[in-house]
C-alpha cells in the first residue's frame, strides 16, 4: 500500500522560505518520476515541480520557477521542495505524489500559508 506523507508547512511572511518534506512507502521510490503538486482553495490541483526518477531532471511551471527547487534522496525515500520568496498565491495544500500521480495515493498534504 502507497504511503505519501508530506511535512513542513506552516504560515510564513511574504517573501519567506519553507522546505516540504514527503516520506513514501510501498512502493519503490528510484523507479519513479516524483512530483509536487498544490490545491489552493477553491482551485483545481496543479502540479508545481517534477524531477526524474535520478534527480538529474527537473521542471518547473512558470509561476513558481526561480524560485521553488525540487529534489530527492533516494535513500531515504524521500522528497524535497525547497520554497523561496513565498508569495501569497503561493498559498494552498501542498501534496506529493507520482508524476504521473497515483489517483488511489494522495496523502493529506501539508498547508502553506503565506500571510503578512
Known amino acids: 500500500q502507497v504511503q505519501l506523507v508530506e511535512s513542513g508547512g506552516g504560515l510564513v511572511q511574504p517573501g519567506g522560505s519553507l522546505r516540504l518534506s514527503c516520506a513514501a512507502s510501498g512502493i519503490t521510490f528510484s523507479i519513479y518520476a516524483m512530483g509536487w503538486y498544490r490545491q489552493p482553495p477553491g482551485q483545481q490541483r496543479e502540479l508545481v515541480a517534477r524531477?526524474?526518477?535520478?534527480?538529474?531532471?527537473?521542471y518547473y511551471p512558470d509561476s513558481v520557477k526561480g524560485r521553488f527547487l525540487i529534489s530527492r534522496d533516494n535513500a531515504k525515500n524521500t522528497v524535497y521542495l525547497q520554497m523561496n520568496s513565498l508569495k501569497p498565491e503561493d498559498t494552498a495544500v501542498y501534496y506529493c505524489?507520482?508524476?504521473?500521480?497515483?489517483?488511489?495515493?494522495w496523502g493529506q498534504g501539508t498547508q502553506v500559508t503565506v500571510s503578512s
Open positions: 505524489n507520482t508524476d504521473p500521480p497515483k489517483e488511489y495515493s
Open positions: 524531477i526524474s526518477r535520478g534527480g538529474s531532471n527537473v
